[in-house]
């Protein structure tokens, strides 16, 4: 295996725990090891299977993370990713007691990984950890990732495998929250960058999804309350851009996007809609 796969996970000490015994792993030729020799190797795209009994949800498979890494890097997602660099703080701003360290981000819930490899590109002297419960996203994701830097692993969020006090950053772009397991792993001055969908993503979709959908009226309010009512929010925006969108992709992303999951795709018209709304709402909070 090329030495740079392994490397990155060279001191994992310093961020990971065993999935079973929760005590430290250490890189050991290559796998990751703990003090009771739990074992979880380095696979060959350069991830750790840190949730041995992972289960696949039917929604997310290979042909959906294929798709969604297809409409990401058509550049449909750069005014988020964009805002999500913004809002990371760089190097320098992680100061404190923990400075000399270097700093640790870790990505909730990675998918394709198409944000983590951006934050490590553009912080080159940060350590970006990234885990998903799909073994195939992160499979996906590491295979992608030429730069070799980011630390992929397969987690449970319920569960995580990080040590106490070992984040600075957390990042969570459409995904779940676990407020408990977050205020476990993030230092003490760490801040979370978290995303959610913006009341207009989608709606060209949306409507013409109207009757299919129990609920059309697409609010985050709740999540975004629940979120602030556990982390002291720093600031909020909101970013926006509608794109024209040729067929084949406006196909492509009425299979991937959450929002039809439980929808007759093949019954909607999808020639009416040439172009399509991506939104997002950018939080960035305190512990
Ligand atoms: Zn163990």
């Not at 970006?128 to 996906?140: E, N, Y």
């Not at 913006?198 to 629940?226: C, F, K, M, P, W």
Request: glycine fraction near 4%; proline fraction near 5%; include cysteine.
């Amino acid at each position: 295996m090329n030495p740079a796969k392994i490397a990155r996970f060279g001191d994992s000490e310093r961020y990971f725990i065993c999935p079973i015994c929760h005590d430290a792993l250490h890189l050991d030729g290559t796998s990751l090891r703990c003090a009771d020799r739990h074992t979880f190797d380095i696979a060959k795209q350069g991830y750790v299977n840190l949730m041995p009994a992972a289960k696949q949800s039917p929604f997310y498979n290979k042909e959906s993370f294929a798709n969604r890494a297809r409409i990401l890097e058509a550049g449909y997602y750069d005014h988020i990713r964009d805002a999500v660099l913004d809002a990371i703080p760089s190097a320098a701003d992680f100061a404190g007691p923990y400075s000399g360290e270097r700093p640790a981000i870790l990505d909730v819930g990675c998918g394709e990984g198409f944000y983590s490899r951006a934050v490590q590109r553009a912080n080159p002297q940060v350590d970006v950890l990234a885990f998903d419960i799909s073994k195939d996203s992160i499979q996906q994701a590491a295979r992608e990732d030429t730069g070799m830097a980011v630390k992929w692993f397969v987690g449970n969020l319920a569960d995580l495998p990080v040590r106490d006090g070992a984040i600075d950053c957390v990042l969570d772009v459409f995904s779940p929250i676990n407020t408990a397991e977050f205020h476990r792993v993030m230092k003490d001055d760490a801040v979370v960058v978290k995303v959610v969908p913006g009341t207009h993503h989608d709606e060209q979709l949306r409507e013409l999804a109207r009757e299919q959908l129990r609920n059309t009226d697409y609010s985050n309010e709740h999540v975004i309350e629940q979120f602030c009512g556990h982390f002291d929010v720093l600031s909020m925006r909101t970013v926006s851009q509608t794109l024209a969108m040729p067929p084949a992709d406006v196909r492509t992303f009425a299979h991937m996007t959450p929002l039809l999951f439980n929808a007759d795709i093949d019954a909607l018209d999808l020639t009416q809609i040439s172009e399509l709304t991506i939104e997002a709402r950018i939080i960035v909070a305190r512990k």
